[in-house]
């Protein structure tokens, strides 16, 4: 894969010096000036229907930020990505969370072997293992069926079942699934304080098996449960989900309940392995496989389609147009659905994980901007929390709108109500209210006119403020895949561009280390070196 510095590229210079001229930009004149606006903006695929015609680009800008994705090498880099080249260069491995929802007969090689037999073999073991959980054949210590499965795990072995969990609610079996991820005592304390250890499966997720959380979580629950069952038990409730069998096997789970994974999916991109195990139980293995067949339908997308009408390349190319040329800083992303309550808390990872980055692939400290900020709610909700500053704030924020056409109980009325606002919001964000607008409004209600001119500056909204709307059939497990798809491969095209390694994470690590030290100057009662707020802390603390 080559290293491209974007700035020196041919269309960074058209692109800088076409955002001069259009930087003003008036969407609502273009709309005016151009009615095929919608129709050259807008990509529908499958039961797909994305508009990013309400964001401030015209054609132009689309066909230069197009050139920019030739000129880094966009085409190659993705053949390189699907083809499991060593694209993770810093850790010296591949990136195949896709081979994860290939066909059975695909052929993906690592290091001159074909993964795919592997991975369908533990397809299988995650399609046995739920359905006899599910069903009740498999029992507890006493001969009890399960009732309540805990997933213990932090970051990527827990941010995409959790989200995941949540979104396939709708379609969930009687199993109660309990996450647990924090540290904080509090957090696991709570969540094992009801629960019956006759009845309950620990999952414990850790691609490292060395995550202090989740090591901390698991020995916590252990020593509760054993308080509670004979020792064979443990067997019988925990298993495991890990690339590090030594360690768990130390732990004490049986080699036949760990379920492998690979270092060639990154922990933010592992829910389509057995990390998924607790969606699985969730929603049944139909349900998980076709979350694995949706994403294989954007990966197909992805991989085949022309840039013009590439979902993922498109809406990645807007984000570089916001963050380095309108300098940009955030991006927010606005479900309208309950169910993807916890989507932007999982693409907060994926994302900034993934492109917070500020070296590029030479080495060599960026003179750009990288990964943007992800932040959101869902709206309804959203709209009386955050929108008065998108609305009339002094910050430029570029939000994707996500909505679908049918609800899950189909009630009509409330359906209708949610997507009147989904609608009225991009609209409103895009067209704003004028000051003549303001004062019919007012002189409609019989205000006088000093009355008027004294509210006017307040009820003014600039609009102009860019969206793009994701509108899709329904949600279901496979259009839920499809959309996570979609922002993956939007990462992968952000971090070409920027030429930064994208599945890399050593921002965290450093976190891990630091906490570890503390920890034992806390435990031992004996504080040494550090800058005088956090000695002065850490004393007060242990007082
Ligand atoms: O947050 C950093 C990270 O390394 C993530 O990438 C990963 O998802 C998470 O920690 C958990 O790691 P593990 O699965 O090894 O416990």
Redesign the pocket.
Known sequence: MRSTNPTQTKAWERLEAHFADIKNIDLKNEFREKPGRADDFTIQWEDFYVDFSKNLLTSETQKLLLELAEEVGLKEAIDSYFGGDIINKTEGRAVLHTALREHKDAVVNVDGENVIPEVYEVKEKIKAFSESIISGEKKGFTGKAFTDVVNI?????DLGPVMITEALEHYKNHLKIHFVSNVDGDHVHETIEGLNPETTLFVI???????QE?LANSTTIRKWFMKKAPADAVAKHFVAVSSNVPAVEAFGIETQNIFPMWDWV???F?LWSAVGLSISLSVGYNNFDSLLKGAHEMDSHFKNTSFEKNLPVQLALLTVWYNNFFKAETQAIIPYTQYLHRFPAYLQ?AIM?SNGKSVDREGNEVQYQTGNIIWGEPGTNSQHAFFQLIHQGTKLIPSDFIGFKNSLFEDADHHNKLMANFFAQTEALLAGKSEEEVRAEFRSKGLSSSEVEKLVPFKVFSGNKPTTTILIDKLTPESLGKLIALYEHQIFVQGIIWNVYSYD?WG??LGKQLANNILEEIEKNDISEHDSSTKKMLKFFLE
């Open positions: 795990g932090i970051g990527g072995s997720v850790s691609k490292s098996f060395s995550t989740t990154g922990g933010r592992s990872q994980e994470q965290v690590e």
